[in-house]
């Protein structure tokens, strides 16, 4: 009795008549889309006439935002329009500057 308590058993794997499962999970690379943030920063402090910059700046947070959460069809869209609006501020803001650059230039020439 003494040397049946002492012997130690060979224990095998239980036998499922299943065959294994396993689990892929499919991770979707991060789609890399520019929501042009910096450039509506940039438009808002040097470039804002009629207040498009601000506008570009509040539709690259948007399209930032779409693209946090998933939206990418969303963020394409704000991203897109944020695009259009720094365009049309950068476009704007150069006119300005070369008007003034050219009043400035007449005015200095007229007084000789």
């Not at 239980?14 to 910096?38: A, F, G, K, L, W």
Request: with cysteine.
């Amino acid at each position: 009795m003494i040397k049946e308590d002492n012997e130690v058993g060979m224990m095998e794997a239980p036998q499922n008549s299943r065959p294994m499962m396993s689990t892929v999970v499919h991770i979707q690379p991060e789609t890399v889309m520019p929501d042009y943030v910096v450039w509506s920063l940039f438009s808002t402090l040097f470039f804002n006439p009629c207040c498009l910059g601000l506008v570009a700046f509040s539709f690259s947070v948007k399209s930032r935002d779409r693209k946090m959460v998933g939206d990418v069809i969303g963020a394409q869209s704000y991203a897109s329009t944020a695009k259009l609006l720094n365009i049309i501020a950068l476009v704007l803001g150069i006119l300005v500057a070369v008007i003034l650059i050219i009043f400035y230039v007449l005015r200095s020439f007229k007084r000789f």
